[in-house]
């Protein structure tokens, strides 16, 4: 190789650019140095390929929720059933569960705005699916009846509105006289727990009417966790019917119940069916609420009637595939909101705000109030109130529907384009090698000038000393000759530097 002409081009910066590709017309060995220096160059720029071969990113593995661990844990709250209450009074009065009470007045005054945060659940990583689940809720219905409004034109120069007729055992309500918002409550038929009708005259339009219906039913979700955020999403609901196995007023009896011949299990819809041959005698001890079976009537099951109808004994039938509400929670909550809705009232003032308890203003919207906003009023009591029968189901938390938890790790990414310079940049080099070899001389003496720094130094020894020294130049005599050799650097006649 030529390295006269690869080290002169070290000693200007700007030919170290220039000179690999200052291609003429030279011998090989020539043409072998700018190979060299082009290689040298392009070494210098494999550092950002290098540091771009490998990436750290977030990876995600997904684990099926175990019960038994503290590691790995996913569930979300669900109920089949639901049966708290507070305490009897002597008078027969059922008081209402405290979380449910407060769950209900949560939902009237301050709903949050994702009810799913209400919600519990747990996922250890904070990314969890828990796909499709069923549970015991609270749904809400309400139908627009201003149609069946009637005006009657007073004596004096205002009109009166009144609505009536709804249920049978609904009550006669009318606004006018000053008077702006009028609400009744009734129950309806027996599955539901409260019909409440309110009739208004806002500001802006004319009077309205809203019949809603409170009830028991059962909810299929699809919810999952996503960074600690639970978001909820309700595919379907199946109303509840009344119990139509003889009614009683145990407190372990069942006003609402539904069978379903389908059940979901880990997200997946699997066939239920009642155990056969094992019809159910009034006159035997029973335990309701414990037993792995319960007794469903034929007019239950994948039905919601609205009366009672003793058709038949029932059969047992598994309890995961049975949802029921009972008669002591039914009656506290109805009197519970019974007392929240029944006859509100809005007296209209000089202002928009009306005057009127808490709950009634609620509903009059300053005024502005339509059938979207009662509705949505609706819509965020239920919502309260079914997160409420979720986390206080009676399996409690060993009912929760399981989910798939998310872990997330820090993995290694190859990125293998970034491969592709240092690996160009390797095949020369293994080129540059081989054809070195090929081209280096096979003697030894023949190496010396390439492999022995001594040589550079013998050829700037003065004649003298190379005939004193009476050798051939090849490594083995300059390395005998330099172990008894000494030499100095001193200026000649000439002003050059020499060894002596």
């Not at 529907?401 to 240092?422: K, M």
């Amino acid at each position: 190789m030529d390295t006269t002409e690869l080290v002169y081009s070290w000693h200007r910066p700007w030919r170290v650019l220039l000179f690999p590709f200052e291609w003429q017309r030279q011998n090989f060995r020539k043409y072998f140095a700018k190979f060299a220096a082009l290689l040298a160059v392009l070494a210098f720029i494999t550092d950002p390929f290098t540091q771009q071969m490998v990436e750290f990113v977030d990876c995600y593995r997904i684990f099926a929720s175990d019960r038994n661990s503290t590691t790995l844990r996913g569930a979300i709250s669900r109920a089949n059933t639901y049966t708290a209450y507070g305490d009897q009074l002597q008078t027969g009065k059922i008081e209402i569960d405290g979380p449910m009470a407060f769950a209900i007045t949560t939902g009237l005054v301050n709903p949050p705005i994702d009810a799913s945060s209400l919600v519990q659940a747990e996922c250890t990583s904070g990314n969890c699916t828990f796909g499709l689940f069923q549970t015991l809720g609270i749904c809400h219905s309400c139908q627009d009846v201003s149609a069946m409004i009637q005006s009657q034109h007073d004596t004096g120069s205002d009109y009166n509105y009144t609505l009536s007729d709804l249920s049978s055992d609904s009550r006669f309500i009318e606004v006018g006289r000053g008077i702006s918002l009028q609400t009744s409550v009734s129950r309806g038929d027996n599955s539901t727990i409260l019909q409440v009708v309110v009739l208004q005259i806002p500001l802006t339009e004319s009077p309205f009417a809203v019949d809603c219906r409170i009830t028991p039913c059962v909810k299929t979700y699809n919810s999952s966790m996503t960074n600690t955020v639970l978001n909820e999403t309700v595919l379907s609901t199946a109303p509840m019917g009344a119990n139509a196995i003889a009614d009683t007023f145990d407190p372990s009896f069942m006003s609402y119940l539904l069978a379903t011949t389908q059940t979901l299990r880990n997200g997946q819809r699997e066939n239920c069916t009642p155990v056969p041959a094992m019809l159910f005698n009034t006159t035997d001890t029973y335990d309701v609420i414990n037993s792995e079976f319960v007794v469903v009537s034929t007019a239950n099951i994948d039905a919601a009637p609205n009366r009672i109808l003793v058709v038949d004994n029932g059969t047992l039938w598994p309890k995961e595939c049975v949802w029921q509400f009972g008669l002591y929670s039914d009656r506290a909550i109805r009197d519970q909101l019974i007392a929240d809705f029944d006859n509100l009232t809005i007296q209209q003032g000089g202002g928009t705000t009306g005057i009127g308890l808490l709950n009634a203003r609620k509903l009059w919207e300053n005024g502005y109030a339509n059938f979207s906003s009662v509705n949505q009023i609706m819509s965020d009591l239920t919502d309260t109130m079914t997160s409420t029968i979720r986390q206080r189901g009676n399996e409690g938390s060993g009912g929760w529907a399981p989910g798939d938890v998310t872990v997330r790790f820090t993995c290694v990414q190859v990125r293998w384009a970034w491969f592709s310079f240092p690996a160009v940049l390797v095949g020369l080099a293994t080129v540059f090698l081989v054809i070195l070899i090929l081209q280096s001389p096979g003697g030894m003496a023949e190496r010396t000038w390439k492999s022995s720094s001594l040589a550079v130094l013998f050829c700037a020894l003065d004649d003298a000393m190379k005939i004193a020294g009476r050798f051939e130049l090849t490594r083995e005599e300059m390395l005998r000759l330099a172990k008894t050799t000494t030499a100095q650097l001193v200026q000649d006649e000439e002003g050059r530097a020499r060894f002596l």
